[in-house]
């Protein structure tokens, strides 16, 4: 008997737009808070040795969260990014928007302060428009670059056979992935946030939805990919100090973090999850939640200024685990506040009115396009009845000469 062929799903050149999918918009929620939780791990003051017990298991566990958190935000945004036909300049307006507006809103806020001034040079400015040509908010960058891309992205996923897009796979894999792990990051590839390293998550994932493979396809697959892999984690850092091996064990390209977060994902995209107004509203949010904390100055100011604590006792409190997680959820709701308000006050009336001009727009092209082909159809119907006139008259004149 012949083997059947592997399911291969169609990448379509062009989609409707269709509703947000909530168990997506959990993922996104739960990858903001993870990058939220490493960031106070690391950002915060923390002294490990002095730490207490319950410190050290929130270190622990969190050390690894922010990097499982941007690959999973990745993978989200190139499972839908794959399914696109082409660059939309009003979805790059979208995304550019929050980050163009943060920047410069806060800059100019704490430009007012006396006591926190800052300086307008020419790298502010460039940060601030062009966030291409700076490493500032570097995922926003590596987004907004991934998409421009997308539709090469999307044609090279549908050009290549299956055996093709293995090998290039396993080629970016060992290139971008396991090199850069077993040599900490030193050669051609060392940049932990390199942009060929999001390529190869971006074809990973069209891989995986172009063919339907079957070990994506169930959540317990997925819990159990990211309980291994995050407890893989933990043990080969421990392994790593203990023996001076030198991997790059915490940085976004680890195979191990790889594959976490490939399975957080996997366990979200097969979570069978109602709609949810509510939770898409503030997924929505989570982008600008991430720009704004992560923002040059506001990190100075909330890690390192509002929650920033050196005293042994903060580290010995057997609180402090529910102290953390609340410093987190504050920050979430604060920055969703403040993004969901731009987004009523300022996104959504703007994009009214480029809808209200765009329509009109299109409205007089089409009534322009409308009268040019009722023109014609004149033309063309006052052509036909010359024509039969024509005919008409030289019959008379065939008739004529017959009856001669």
């Known amino acids: 008997m012949r083997a059947k062929p592997a399911q291969t799903l169609p990448l379509p050149s062009v989609t409707k737009k269709a509703p947000r999918q909530s168990n997506f918009e959990w993922l996104r929620i739960v990858c903001m808070l993870l990058i939220l939780l490493f960031h106070f791990s690391v950002y915060s003051g923390i002294d490990e040795e002095a730490a207490g017990l319950s410190a050290k298991i929130f270190l622990w566990i969190f050390q690894y969260a922010g990097k499982v958190g941007v690959n999973a935000f990745l993978m989200v945004s190139a499972w839908f990014l794959c399914m696109t036909g082409g660059f939309k300049p009003s979805k790059f307006v979208r995304v550019w928007l929050p980050l163009f507006f943060w920047v410069a809103f806060v800059g100019l806020f704490f430009h007012f302060l006396p006591a926190l001034r800052l300086e307008y040079n020419l790298y502010y400015w460039r940060k601030t428009l062009l966030p291409f040509t700076t490493n500032s908010l570097w995922y926003a960058t590596m987004y907004l670059t991934i998409y421009c891309m997308s539709p090469m992205l999307n044609a090279a996923v549908r050009g290549m056979d299956r055996k093709a897009h293995k090998w290039l796979l396993l080629c970016m894999f060992i290139l971008f992935s396991v090199v850069p792990f077993l040599t900490n990051g030193v050669g051609p590839f060392d940049d932990q946030d390199s942009f060929l390293y999001f390529v190869f998550v971006y074809m990973f994932i069209a891989y995986i939805r172009k063919y339907d493979l079957k070990l994506f396809r169930y959540q317990w697959t997925g819990w ?181």
Request: charged letters at 25%.
């Open 224 to 404: 159990l990919m990211f309980l291994l892999s995050w407890t893989g984690m933990y043990w080969l850092g421990v392994w790593n100090e203990a023996a001076e091996l030198d991997l790059a064990v915490r940085t976004n390209y680890t195979p191990l973090m790889l594959t976490c977060a490939l399975g957080l994902f996997t366990a979200f995209k097969n979570m069978k999850a109602k709609p949810n107004a509510a939770v898409n509203v503030i997924a929505s949010a989570t982008f600008g939640i991430y720009i704004l904390h992560e923002h040059d100055f506001l990190r100075k100011i909330i890690w390192q200024g509002w929650f920033y604590r050196t005293k042994e006792w903060y580290y010995q409190q057997p609180t402090f685990i529910p102290y953390a997680i609340g410093v987190a959820l504050l920050v979430f709701v604060a920055g969703a506040v403040l993004d969901l308000a731009r987004q009523y006050l300022l996104e959504r009336p703007l994009f009214a009115l480029v809808d209200v001009i765009s329509s009109r727009t299109k409205a007089k092209k089409a009534a322009k396009a409308k009268a040019e082909a009722d023109r014609a159809a004149k033309i063309a119907r006052a052509k036909k009845a010359g024509h039969r006139k024509k005919k008409a008259a030289r019959g008379k004149k065939q008739n004529a000469k017959g009856k001669r």
